[in-house]
């Protein structure tokens, strides 16, 4: 098998293994809808076997002014991903490197697409909510380091996140014990992200600390999209609750939104709530009410471990988590 110096499988390797030529490698890897099926899905076996990452022309220099930081996020949409993103830069820059974003909403063969970022970045950073494979986060932290951000790829990767179950069950509990509400709804997806599975354990763990059985959780993306038909839900009879708990801002203004349109008074017939603590949640009428998160200062201290990763690989793994705070306002039904 051909490998490098250090042991590695090399593009000779892949070639071998899904017997084409190296040209055909290169093009599965550079351009894969240009290639046959059949021998794209040949190459990409061998890749997943071999657990083969490319190699970039930039890295082979002996000398680099600036080393470069592959982010790996779902998307840029909402305020969230601006905040995550000028804290990033922030804490790249002050080091001198640059940033190569990859976005992965809609795109097929996102395990090949982080594997080829791995050979252009001298470091890579996996938001949570992109879905790729265990061998690949493995075969790409052999090559670089790798950070885990608002996500937990496994033990063996170094994480970034915010505190959720406390801060939810903090928020769901004043709903309960404040305002009496008792059919209340937590909205978004658990699948999307450990941040939402985490935000839906605290609002679990306050309805069993008041002997209550928490709903199943109703299915939204972060989308101000989605807010209309949770609205309409709840308006048409499809929907009972007297709150929501959202897992987002963006989501939870939306609903809000359109709520009122509707005809129902929030809060005085439902309780919103929110998470993020965007600028829009202090000017809208009523106030909303959610979660502070420091989403900035998040995204330049994940930069600035990774500029310290590049320095020095060594130290073993860490799990970093940021407070988050609750901050009441009138959409929970407080004055």
Known sequence: ????????????????????????????????????????????????????????????????????????????????????????????????????????????????????????????????????????????????PVLGLANTHEESVESFSTENVHSAESLTTHL??????????????????????????????????????AADPVPASFREEDGPRVARLLLEGGLQADGLVCANDELALSVMTCLIEGGVAVPAQVAVTGWDDVMAARYVTPGLTTVSQPVRALGREVAVRMRALLADRSSEPQHHRLPTQPVIRQSCGCP
């Open 176 to 213: 309960l014990a404040e305002h009496g509400r008792r059919r209340l709804r937590f909205v978004g997806s658990t699948d999307a992200s450990d941040d939402v599975r985490e935000r839906y354990a605290g609002f679990v763990a306050a309805h069993e600390a008041a002997g209550l059985v």
């Open 1 to 144: 098998m051909a490998e490098d110096g250090t042991g590695r499988p090399t593009i000779y390797s892949v070639a071998e293994r899904a017997q084409v030529s190296i040209a055909t490698v290169s093009r599965v890897l550079r351009l894969p809808d240009q290639v046959r099926p059949a021998t794209r899905a040949k190459v990409l076996q061998a890749v997943e076997e071999l657990n083969y990452v490319p190699d970039g022309a930039a890295r082979s220099l002996a000398v680099k002014s600036h080393e470069a930081h592959g982010l790996v996020l779902p998307e840029l949409g909402g305020p969230y991903y601006a905040d995550l993103l000028t804290g990033y830069e922030q804490g790249a820059a002050e080091g001198g490197d640059s940033v190569v974003l990859l976005l992965t909403e809609g795109k097929e063969a996102v395990d090949l697409l982080v594997r080829r970022l791995a050979g252009r970045v001298d470091g890579i950073v996996l938001m949570g909510g992109v879905q790729i494979g265990e061998s690949t986060v493995a075969a790409v932290r052999r090559k670089i």
